[in-house]
């Protein structure tokens, strides 16, 4: 049973393989390692919602978390979950960020998975 109703694009499932990969299937809160084959708790999450499309696929703006109890806690603890990312970024990575998600782009599900499968060829 999942906590989240999000309707899910091809290029959501492309980021989740690449950040999974990338964070060696580690919980980015609690440090929890997971298999890859048993990593279905293991989410992305993304700090400016889904809808910040400019910044959708941006590894500041998306990290890997246990889906209970790490990411539920950082969707109903919002102070904490900026305190974490300013914290993890740095003052100037987060204002960037903050810039970042508030430029509007127009989506492209090619392109995006196009780069993102060249992200992860580079991690292999």
Known sequence: MSLYK??????????R??????????CQKCGRVYAPDNAG?????????????????????T???CG???HHYFDTHRTEF??????????????LLELRAHITKKRDDKADALIIRQMIKELE
């Open 6 to 15: 999000i309707k899910l694009r091809y290029t959501d499932g492309l980021w």
């Open 17 to 26: 393989k690449y950040k999974r990969v990338k964070d060696n299937f580690t």
């Open 41 to 61: 708790n293991l989410q992305v999450a993304h700090f400016h919602s889904r809808r910040h499309e400019n910044v959708r696929f941006d590894d500041d703006n």
């Open 63 to 65: 990290l890997l978390l």
């Open 68 to 70: 209970v109890p790490c």
């Open 82 to 95: 900026e305190e974490f990312m300013l914290n993890r970024l740095g003052r100037k990575r987060y204002d």
